[in-house]
């Protein structure tokens, strides 16, 4: 059975990916959301999975310059939200924008994984689900792109 190929030569059903992509996303984005709207609301966030939410959001390292990293989170999340709807309707540069966005998301959430663990010593269930979203991302980027190597190898083979 052959794969069917588009235009611009990527397999048709890697289209998928960034649809999947841009649903992830959303958790993220709505995620990120809640937490900014908890923080300048002043309320607490309640923690039923780990302990540590409040450590962890109320630590120094939950604002840069007077912002909170959710707001900045909620505004990653809607780039590539946006990059990953561009990319479903077959806009082969916006994937490629969307892949730099999540490698960035998904590294600067393992430096946040990391200063949960070892620096602020408590973790924050919201936050582990931004770093579960933002490493799903990745691997749907990541994942996407081996896909289409090992079908234009196969092509080429042909």
């Keep these: 059975m052959t794969e069917q190929i588009t235009e611009n030569g990527t397999p048709a059903g890697i289209f998928k990916v960034p649809l999947v992509a841009s649903l992830i996303s959303l958790i993220g984005l709505a995620d990120s959301a809640y937490l900014t709207i908890k923080h300048y609301a002043g309320e607490p966030v309640p923690c039923s999975l780990v302990e540590g939410c ?44 969307f892949g730099l966005v999540s490698i960035g998301m998904a590294g600067f959430s393992a430096w946040l994984i990391y200063l949960q663990a070892f620096v602020i010593e408590a973790f924050c269930q919201f936050c582990l689900l931004s770093a579960a979203t933002s490493l799903l991302l990745f691997v749907c980027f990541i994942g996407s792109k081996l896909m289409a190597n090992r079908s234009g190898s196969a092509e080429t083979k042909t």
């Design 54 to 97: 409040e450590k962890v959001l109320s630590s120094p390292y939950a604002e840069i310059a007077g912002i909170p990293i959710a707001a900045a989170g909620a505004a990653a999340y809607f780039v590539a939200f946006s990059f990953a709807v561009l990319a479903a309707f077959g806009n082969r540069s916006a994937w490629n924008i």
